[in-house]
């Protein structure tokens, strides 16, 4: 197995890694409005990118690092910040599972009275 140290690297082959960090840091982005709220609950955002102008949807290093998930965060060479996005949505999926029975248990709590 090879190291590959370089600014860009791509490949037309399947890639493994123990983790992959993508650009998210708020510097980056533009026009920044949440796609639905929940406490504690890392937020999916809708953004602009400033360098391409492209619409995307993605996280907030900042604010993951806030919410006390810093182990999510890497901060680059060139001080922009990058999420471990495979980390991050495996984290909101279980936040999600836990909120779903809270909301489930509370249904039928209701529904017998």
């Given at each position: 197995?090879?190291?590959?140290?370089?600014?860009?690297?791509?490949?037309?082959?399947?890639?493994?890694?123990?983790?992959?960090?993508?650009?998210?840091?708020?510097?980056?982005?533009?026009?920044?409005?949440?796609?639905?709220?929940?406490?504690?609950?890392?937020q999916?955002?809708?953004?602009?990118?400033?360098?391409?102008?492209?619409?995307?949807?993605?996280?907030?290093?900042?604010?993951?690092?806030?919410?006390?998930?810093?182990?999510?965060?890497?901060?680059?060479?060139?001080?922009?910040?990058?999420?471990?996005?495979?980390?991050?949505?495996?984290?909101?999926?279980?936040?999600?599972?836990?909120?779903?029975?809270?909301l489930?248990?509370?249904?039928?709590?209701?529904?017998?009275?």
């Amino acid at each position: 197995m090879a190291t590959v140290v370089a600014d860009d690297f791509q490949t037309l082959s399947n890639c493994y890694a123990a983790a992959f960090y993508e650009n998210s840091d708020i510097n980056l982005k533009d026009d920044i409005r949440p796609l639905c709220t929940s406490n504690n609950i890392p937020q999916i955002k809708e953004f602009t990118w400033k360098d391409t102008g492209d619409h995307s949807y993605g996280l907030i290093a900042q604010e993951l690092e806030s919410m006390g998930y810093s182990e999510l965060v890497k901060t680059k060479d060139d001080g922009f910040k990058a999420v471990d996005y495979s980390a991050a949505l495996s984290l909101i999926i279980g936040k999600l599972q836990v909120r779903v029975k809270e909301l489930e248990d509370r249904i039928k709590y209701l529904e017998s009275k």
